[in-house]
């Protein structure tokens, strides 16, 4: 994993009030170098961002298309409804919109609806792949908080190259909690989807997939290389989601400023918290509000392990008539978890093949969980980490970290779907399922999903099972003492 560093730096705990600044990665980077080859700092592209379009009666469609990339070249992508991300979906929180996929790829496919919690035959998963050429309608009772979510494929040994080769697109959840904040809406709201990508002499998205994970040359933001936005002297809300592959992003502002987050994957935090570096998990979200009214000169969304810069906002010196929003109050209820003190399960990402020493066999059932019950889940890594772990069916707390990095991070408070588990890392999740069904645990480092880091299990009203498949449970040693 060349290149990923770690602060040691303590930062402050996520759930406190407002107005801080935590300083995660000491002095402020320089402006990274342009991501994607080309053009000096007046060039560019304008960062596309596509009005968001209703869930209800949406047709997907997956195919190979023609996109320009940014890169003065007309290639192709695999993209739906010709884009690359595909269309943002809003869905309103309470609504049970019907998606239909239509499948005109050259081999199955299935959508994952990330982050979203719906029933099993609609979670898109590797069992429900459809064939190419034909389609499918996705119902999705929608119950859950505001929040940014990300559909992509989830075809088993398949996911990896669809995902790179451009199939991927965000999904905002909206309820009326987040509405009566006031957070910078319309133009100001801007989704940023970013990854990494390999492009060859055509301008077409190729990939080479590692088993240790692909690594692509260049970012993509929403689709292009080196985009810029202009932007007035107002507050804008930037949702993030991580879509690499594989990549780990560092995210910091080139001059150091303040990034404020307000929510993470599951939706808003208790509180607001101000942080200068940002460590952003495969396909883990973020939702941050930044104050532009003083920007004078232009500053450089960056990667600081890359060292590339991923976005550049230019001041357009525009005043424009905007509410402030109110970040310093409690922005939401989050309901805590209470759980058990010690894990019942604990999942130990071996390698880059396997959970619990089992590769994913489509259709094995590794263990049940009863539905209502908050379990306490223990995360090991062991091996060629970092393994952004995954888990369908339910939103979790993190409650502990030992090992590695040893602490929570801000962006790990919340309701969570994914967290990023490193090397000697022990992490500690609540969690509960309220729908019955068969769900998914794996790593979101997509190379390694296919690779078999991924087990099913089954929700089921009254009793549980332990491990049926696999290493027992705490038989991996001593992973120190949580809180
Ligand atoms: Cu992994």
Same mark, same amino acid.
């Given at each position: ?25 000491? #002095?402020?980077? =320089?402006? /990274?170098?342009?991501? &994607? ?5 007046? %060039? !560019?592209? @304008?960062? $596309? ?16 298309? #023609?996109?320009? =990339?940014? /890169?003065?070249?007309? &290639? ?5 409804? %010709? !884009?690359? @991300?595909? $269309? ?37 998963? $590797? ?357």
């Amino acid at each position: 994993m060349g290149g990923y560093r770690i602060s040691r730096r303590s930062v402050l705990a996520a759930g406190l009030a407002g107005g801080a600044l935590v300083s995660v990665g000491g #002095a402020p980077a =320089l402006a /990274g170098k342009p991501g &994607g080859g080309g053009g000096g700092a007046a %060039a !560019g592209h @304008p960062l $596309p961002v596509p009005a968001p379009v209703a869930a209800d009666g949406l047709t997907l469609t997956a195919r190979r298309t #023609a996109v320009d =990339l940014g /890169g003065g070249r007309t &290639g192709s992508a695999l993209t739906y409804n %010709a !884009g690359c @991300p595909g $269309p943002t979906i809003e869905v309103q929180s309470g609504s049970t919109p019907t998606i239909t996929v239509t499948n005109g790829l050259d081999e199955p496919t299935t959508v994952h609806w990330h982050g979203l919690v719906v029933p099993t035959d609609v979670d898109g998963q $590797p069992h429900e792949a459809f064939p190419a050429g034909t389609r499918r309608a996705y119902t999705l009772p929608v119950q859950q908080r505001a929040s940014l979510n990300f559909y992509h494929p989830h075809p088993h040994l398949r996911t990896a190259a669809q995902v790179a080769l451009g199939l991927q697109g965000a999904l905002i959840v909206r309820d009326a909690e987040e509405a009566a904040l006031g957070l910078p809406a319309g133009r100001f709201e801007v989704p940023l989807v970013i990854r990494d990508a390999n492009i060859d002499k055509q301008g077409t998205l190729t990939y080479n997939g590692r088993a240790s994970g692909f690594l692509g040359g260049v970012p993509l933001v929403n689709g292009v290389l080196n985009p810029y936005l202009r932007v007035d002297r107002a507050h804008y809300r930037f949702r993030v989601v991580n879509a690499a592959n594989s990549r780990v992003f560092r995210l910091a502002f080139s001059d150091g400023r303040p990034m404020t987050l307000v929510g993470t994957d599951g939706g808003l935090l208790e509180h607001a918290v101000d942080l200068s570096e940002i460590t952003l998990g495969n396909a883990e979200r973020l939702d941050l509000v930044l104050d532009l009214r003083g920007l004078t000169a232009p500053v450089q969304l960056v990667d600081r392990d890359s060292g590339w810069t991923l976005l550049d906002l230019r001041p357009t010196q525009a005043d424009v008539s905007q509410t402030a929003p109110v970040l310093g109050r409690q922005l939401s209820v989050v309901e805590r978890l209470v759980g058990p003190a010690q894990p019942s399960r604990t999942f130990s990402f071996d390698g880059m093949t396997a959970i619990n020493g089992v590769r994913y066999q489509m259709g094995a059932t590794s263990f049940q969980v009863q539905r209502g019950q908050v379990e306490r889940w223990r995360f090991v890594a062991n091996g060629n980490p970092p393994h952004p772990v995954h888990i369908h069916g339910a939103s979790f707390q993190l409650v502990g970290r030992t090992g590695g990095r040893g602490q929570l991070f801000p962006w790990e408070g919340g309701w969570k779907d994914t967290f990023l588990l490193l090397d000697k890392e022990s992490v500690d999740i609540l969690i509960r399922f309220d729908l019955v069904g068969r769900y998914l645990i794996h790593c979101h480092k997509l190379e390694h999903e296919d690779a078999g880091m991924m087990l099913d299990f089954e929700v089921v009203e009254g009793g549980s099972s332990p491990m049926v498949a696999g290493t027992a449970d705490g038989a991996h040693g001593d992973h120190g003492d949580h809180g």
